[in-house]
């Protein structure tokens, strides 16, 4: 391409095709830069098109994504090139200076530390960055990656395309302008809060420190955005208590306006942590970018940062939120400054996506999920009674007759039943001729080397100990120590995943529900921030027992249990 050309897009290393016609990127991984070109509306015409190395080169270790030259020198890995590999990239180097470019889209590995020299890649895609040398560098993935099973990726090199595209009339980045109020006086911040009371939407988010909401942003649109902070640096209250009071009877106002829509990503979050730190239950509509993208997009990652490349020119800042054990006052002031992020671009994110939702005709499955947040944050705070007294007898008589099978296991089978791989040498040499129930290797070892018994084979053609497997060994060889084993996996899997489970101190078994959390995009449920709890949607009925009406009187709940 033309050194003139507005766009440059820096590959890795030509393969056999991009040698036989002295070309970069004409072969298969070339094919899907140019359909991905074609849907970003850039004609290959107008880009530059380059490759870090200029011949052919060979891969190592796949974790590593080493890259050898042909005569078997390391030239580069995840951690960077090697002097070789800069002896490498140097001509790519001088082709790049000479480039008049607008724009650099790197892509992969190589191109990006050539380009920018951070990492990883995967945090960096689809950011606008400027390198040392003032050149626009837009990271993406390598068409090459994309192919090797990860075809839904295409989306996002299609939208960095799109992003380099709108880049490429002017060398400079003029960031997306943003009012951002940080450590803001009272009467700021009473200011704002009575101009939010008059927006038709808001989005807010809270950052949670210690069990507390430690600061909150509000935004009035992408542009206008404050952070609030409670605690302030040092970990003092920041106002003094009638301040803080009227700072919270103003916010809470603002949440349960119905007139005021809420937006935040992954909003469920955020109103559950408001309904049971501070009592606040939000009313009126209310919206997520999350569910939007997962909706529109079900195959992309839905996490802020990857949502934010996608829909905003923000170059990646997700890890600047984070206090370190003893935070200085600067720390609090990027802290603040993260929070007003994350309103601003959740904001913009989601503006950008409902058109998306709306044209792709996903806006009932959209409107499906959001209408059960509020009935989801109810329960993860409300929680479910639990029967501990009932529970802990059930936990130890379960855990009696899981000593009994082992028991009987042992003289069935002549062997040590041991449930974990020994760690230690000394214990491995102890434990030699132990059989462990919890290995399939060793379970195909007794049942079909040991015991001879004909091999049961899934639908993949590999042999089999599954449940499947054991039940078919019960009816067709009579093995009674298949009947024992799945006893053992019930068993054990229930006081593993439930009878065991933590609770919160008053004694109610909570979870953390995502609203699209499968990959199919149904509800799931998982254990809360605290660590207890657990999946709330599939008890079993041997732990449902123990979970118990708060709407019963007592002596019926003894009936039930
Ligand atoms: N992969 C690259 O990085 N460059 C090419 O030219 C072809 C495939």
Request: net charge negative; charged share 25%; aromatic share 10%.
């Given at each position: 391409g033309s050194p003139d050309a507005k766009i440059l897009i820096v590959g890795e290393a030509p393969s056999f095709d991009e040698i036989r016609e002295s070309r970069p990127f004409v072969g298969p991984s070339g094919r899907l830069l140019d359909l991905c070109l074609h849907s970003a509306k850039i004609s290959r015409a107008e880009c530059a098109i380059t490759n870090v190395f200029e011949e052919l080169v060979k891969k190592g270790d796949e974790k590593k994504s080493?890259?050898?030259?042909?005569?078997?020198?390391?030239?580069?890995?995840?951690?960077?090139?090697?002097?070789?590999?800069?002896?490498?990239?140097?001509?790519?180097?001088?082709?790049?200076?000479?480039?008049?470019?607008?724009?650099?889209?790197?892509?992969?590995?190589?191109?990006?530390?050539?380009?920018?020299?951070?990492?990883?890649?995967?945090?960096?895609?689809?950011?606008?960055?400027?390198?040392?040398?003032?050149?626009?560098?837009?990271?993406?993935?390598?068409?090459?990656?994309?192919?090797?099973?990860?075809?839904?990726?295409?989306?996002?090199?299609?939208?960095?395309?799109?992003?380099?595209?709108?880049?490429?009339?002017?060398?400079?980045?003029?960031?997306?302008?943003?009012?951002?109020?940080?450590?803001?006086?009272?009467?700021?911040?009473?200011?704002?809060?009575?101009?939010?009371?008059?927006?038709?939407?808001?989005?807010?988010?809270?950052?949670?420190?210690?069990?507390?909401?430690?600061?909150?942003?509000?935004?009035?649109?992408?542009?206008?955005?404050?952070?609030?902070?409670?605690?302030?640096?040092?970990?003092?209250?920041?106002?003094?208590?009638?301040?803080?009071?009227?700072?919270?009877?103003?916010?809470?106002?603002?949440?349960?306006?119905?007139?005021?829509?809420?937006?935040?990503?992954?909003?469920?979050?955020?109103?559950?942590?408001?309904?049971?730190?501070?009592?606040?239950?939000?009313?009126?509509?209310?919206?997520?970018?999350?569910?939007?993208?997962?909706?529109?997009?079900?195959?992309?990652?839905?996490?802020?940062?990857?949502?934010?490349?996608?829909?905003?020119?923000?170059?990646?800042?997700?890890?600047?939120?984070?206090?370190?054990?003893?935070?200085?006052?600067?720390?609090?002031?990027?802290?603040?400054?993260?929070?007003?992020?994350?309103?601003?671009?959740?904001?913009?994110?989601?503006?950008?996506?409902?058109?998306?939702?709306?044209?792709?005709?996903?806006?009932?499955?959209?409107?499906?999920?959001?209408?059960?947040?509020p009935a989801l944050v109810y329960m993860m705070v409300k929680g479910l009674r639990v029967d501990r007294e009932n529970l802990a007898t059930a936990r130890a008589k379960a855990k009696a007759n899981l000593a009994e099978i082992v028991a009987k296991l042992e003289s069935e089978t002549g062997r040590k039943i041991i449930t974990a791989a020994p760690k230690k040498a000394a214990e491995k040499r102890a434990l030699a001729g132990a059989l462990n129930v919890n290995s399939p290797a060793q379970l195909k070892e007794y049942l079909y080397r040991d015991l001879k018994l004909k091999p049961y084979v899934n639908s993949a053609g590999a042999e089999s100990v599954d449940d499947v497997a054991l039940s078919r060994i019960v009816r067709r060889d009579g093995l009674r120590t298949a009947k024992l084993l799945q006893d053992y996996r019930r068993i054990a899997k229930l006081i593993g995943t439930y009878l065991d489970m933590q609770f919160d101190a008053d004694d109610r078994m909570r979870c953390s529900f995502n609203v699209r959390g499968t990959w199919t995009g149904r509800l799931s449920s998982s254990q809360t921030i605290h660590g207890v709890g657990g999946n709330l949607q599939n008890i079993p009925d041997d732990m449902a027992l123990f979970l118990v009406s708060d709407y019963q009187p007592e002596a019926q709940n003894e009936a039930v249990v």
């Open positions: 080493e890259i050898f030259s042909r005569s078997g020198e390391l030239l580069w890995t995840t951690k960077g090139f090697t002097d070789a590999g800069r002896i490498a990239a140097k001509p790519c180097l001088e082709r790049i200076a000479k480039s008049n470019a607008n724009v650099i889209v790197a892509l992969g590995g190589p191109a990006l530390h050539l380009t920018l020299d951070i990492r990883p890649l995967l945090k960096w895609r689809g950011s606008i960055v400027v390198n040392s040398l003032g050149r626009k560098i837009i990271p993406s993935i390598h068409p090459a990656f994309i192919l090797r099973g990860e075809y839904h990726n295409r989306y996002l090199l299609i939208n960095d395309l799109t992003k380099a595209k709108a880049e490429s009339d002017d060398a400079r980045f003029i960031p997306t302008a943003r009012n951002y109020l940080i450590d803001p006086s009272y009467s700021e911040v009473l200011a704002f809060l009575r101009r939010c009371l008059d927006a038709p939407a808001v989005n807010t988010d809270i950052e949670v420190l210690a069990g507390q909401v430690d600061c909150f942003s509000l935004a009035t649109s992408a542009h206008d955005v404050i952070s609030i902070p409670i605690v302030d640096a040092g970990f003092e209250h920041r106002w003094s208590l009638e301040e803080e009071r009227e700072i919270w009877r103003l916010y809470a106002q603002i949440l349960q306006a119905p007139h005021i829509a809420k937006i935040n990503q992954n909003i469920t979050f955020d109103l559950a942590a408001l309904l049971e730190l501070n009592n606040i239950t939000a009313r009126g509509p209310l919206h997520d970018p999350m569910v939007a993208f997962n909706v529109a997009y079900p195959f992309l990652e839905k996490k802020l940062a990857v949502i934010s490349s996608f829909c905003t020119r923000e170059p990646y800042y997700k890890d600047d939120g984070q206090l370190a054990d003893a935070p200085k006052v600067e720390d609090f002031q990027k802290r603040w400054l993260y929070n007003a992020k994350d309103s601003a671009v959740s904001f913009e994110s989601w503006e950008y996506l409902m058109p998306d939702v709306d044209s792709g005709g996903y806006r009932a499955t959209y409107d499906m999920t959001i209408d059960k947040i």
